[in-house]
């Protein structure tokens, strides 16, 4: 019987299958395959398919530290399982909460009828006027002379990668200083926008506080110039922030050196319970005559997570240079991400822009405030009851904010998990949002065992 396949094609098959089958990777063609197509006249065309990507050289990313904590919860079926790992508020029932005051201000919005045109690259111009009143007082000096550039941007993060893209611009030579330890993203926005940072002491272990000198002595040694990124209040993820005479010599140090003070403002209102209490700092500096950069989220204080908004404020020495760099940073936004969303914008706008509702947001804030404090105290009073070794737990209350950096190294960390089904950061950093009153004795339980008896 004749072969179906001509001698030629035979051939040309065969060497096909040698090449694709024993060359193997060395030769670029591993994971392909061969098909063999007959035709009419007994002639036959011969079809490579490739299965190797072009993607075959991206490794695999690791997971989130932070989100990943989250996944690792979610997959446990522990009814004892507390997660204490993201940054979100919870109610005292630990569920998500939507305050009342933006549900009214949604419904505001969905009575005027308003359109879902684009905004200008800047934002909306109700939210920005807004944002720069609550970070800085609406009667400062530098927002009646015109000295404040502010543009909407996609939450906090967004403001620091888009003013990350600013200084890498604009200031190719100057190094970010970074808090150790810091925000787990603060490192990733800086290395994406190819701006180099250095890191200066912050938390000292042996007190579970505030390593003031340490810091002084690395912001005085960094090359003069540098952008010294400062958590505004709540610092995250230790929950401890310099006293106000810190304060002010930190702004004598970073004036004498001519840096640039750039801070993180992720939860003015949320710490305290206070927006003028916890816009201490900025102001201070302001005060002080200082060019200032400062990032802005409303993911905290209004519970807005998922609508991304925040903003991007330069405090500059006159009108017109503000007004130069919102230039740039708009030619900066356009290509990232053309405008911001509407929303959010539209929903702070409404909130601070409406003194019942102002008020309202206020007091809707301050039980957010009280909540944590009140939890974070239990939380003390527990494990004082409860660990007879004398170990001095007042650091707790000393700290401030959502979270609490509880000493644990990674070890003991991983036993907290492990052994009580409680979800946290590596570092030892607590969310005492995603905890309640009724929980406490049980972490203290959980922390206790972790510090004395995992090494």
Known sequence: MASAVSTPAASAVAAARSKVFGGGRKDGMAGCRVRVARKNLGRVVMALAVDTSRFEGVPMAPPDPILGVSEAFKADTSDLKLNLGVGAYRTEELQPTVLNVVKKAENLMLEKGEFKEYLPIEGLAAFNKATADLLLGADNPVIKQGRVATLQSLSGTGSLRLAAAFIQRYFPDAKVLISSPTWGNHKNIFNDARVPWSEYRYYDPKTVGLDFEGMIADIQAAPEGSFVLLHGCAHNPTGIDPTPQQWERLADVIQEKNHMPFFDVAYQGFASGSLDEDAYSVRLFVERGLEVFVAQSYSKNLGLYAERIGAINVICSAPEVADRVKSQLKRLARPMYSNPP??????????????????????????????IKNVRQKLYDSLSAKDHTGKDWSFILSQIGMFSYTGLNRTQSDNMTDKWHIYMTKDGRISLAGLNLAKCE?????????FHNVN
């Open 342 to 371: 509407v929303h959010g914008a539209k929903i702070v706008a409404n909130v601070v822009g409406d003194p019942t509702m102002f008020n309202e947001w206020k007091e809707e804030m301050a039980q957010m405030a009280g909540r």
């Open 442 to 450: 049980y972490l203290a339980d959980a922390i206790i065992d972790s």
